[in-house]
T-cell receptor, first 114, second 113 residues
Framework: ETGVTQTPRHLVMGMTNKKSLKCEQHLGHNAMYWYKQSAKKPLELMFVYSLEERVENNSVPSRFSPECPNSSHLFLHLHTLQPEDSALYLC?????????????FGPGTRLTVL | GENVEQHPSTLSVQEGDSAVIKCTYSDSASNYFPWYKQELGKRPQLIIDIRSNVGEKKDQRIAVTLNKTAKHFSLHITETQPEDSAVYFCAATPSGGYQKVTFGTGTKLQVIP
């Protein structure tokens, strides 16, 4: 599948490092999302972008900084993370931000914070 | 905000039997309820969805029912097969505004051959 891609697939970083996660969608969609998936917890919506504008910030700590330079690309910049931030970070896209638009997920980045 | 509860957290069934997963939601404004399947090490994928103006929807071996009065919806899988083994997530989305999906905690389904 190449609809939504994410890089890197795995990332190990120290608490003082700065890293970025990248998401790219090849579906011509206008909305993109970042989710956090932790063990035994529901998928947590972090950010929603519609036409490159952030329309939702779900009370996410400032150590996570999203960037959407165009409708095909979405980044999540990470700095000064905590061990509890270790999780699978999933990107998704949909045609629009309308509630009934199907979201297509990327394969995720498995992040480990030491 | 919306709160979605999902039960059971794990479910084992014999191949050929049926499996039922139940979810409840709290926000009466929610009007769209998708179900996602996530196989081990893979991304979540939409398998079926239902809107609040419909009580039941079926797609081959998969069906979803919705009771808006009681605020609960269920996923039914009949004639289960080993490839149905995965984690299933329900979700609820309120009407209006931008999409803000609230997911359940997931059900790990194991189909025993």
């Amino acid at each position: 599948e190449t609809g939504v891609t994410q890089t890197p697939r795995h990332l190990v970083m120290g608490m003082t490092n700065k890293k970025s996660l990248k998401c790219e969608q090849h579906l011509g969609h206008n909305a993109m999302y970042w989710y956090k998936q932790s063990a035994k917890k529901p998928l947590e919506l972090m950010f929603v972008y519609s036409l490159e504008e952030r329309v939702e910030n779900n009370s996410v700590p400032s150590r996570f900084s999203p960037e959407c330079p165009n409708s095909s690309h979405l980044f999540l910049h990470l700095h000064t993370l905590q061990p509890e931030d270790s999780a699978l970070y999933l990107c998704a896209s949909s045609q629009g931000p309308v509630s009934t638009d199907t979201q297509y997920f990327g394969p995720g980045t498995r992040l480990t914070v030491l | 905000g919306e709160n979605v509860e999902q039960h059971p957290s794990t479910l084992s069934v014999q191949e050929g039997d049926s499996a039922v997963i139940k979810c409840t939601y709290s926000d009466s404004a929610s009007n769209y309820f998708p179900w996602y399947k996530q196989e081990l090490g893979k991304r979540p994928q939409l398998i079926i969805d239902i809107r609040s103006n419909v009580g039941e929807k079926k797609d081959q071996r998969i069906a979803v029912t919705l009771n808006k009065t009681a605020k609960h919806f269920s996923l039914h899988i009949t004639e289960t097969q080993p490839e149905d083994s995965a984690v299933y997530f329900c979700a609820a989305t309120p009407s209006g505004g931008y999409q803000k999906v609230t997911f359940g905690t997931g059900t790990k389904l194991q189909v025993i051959p």
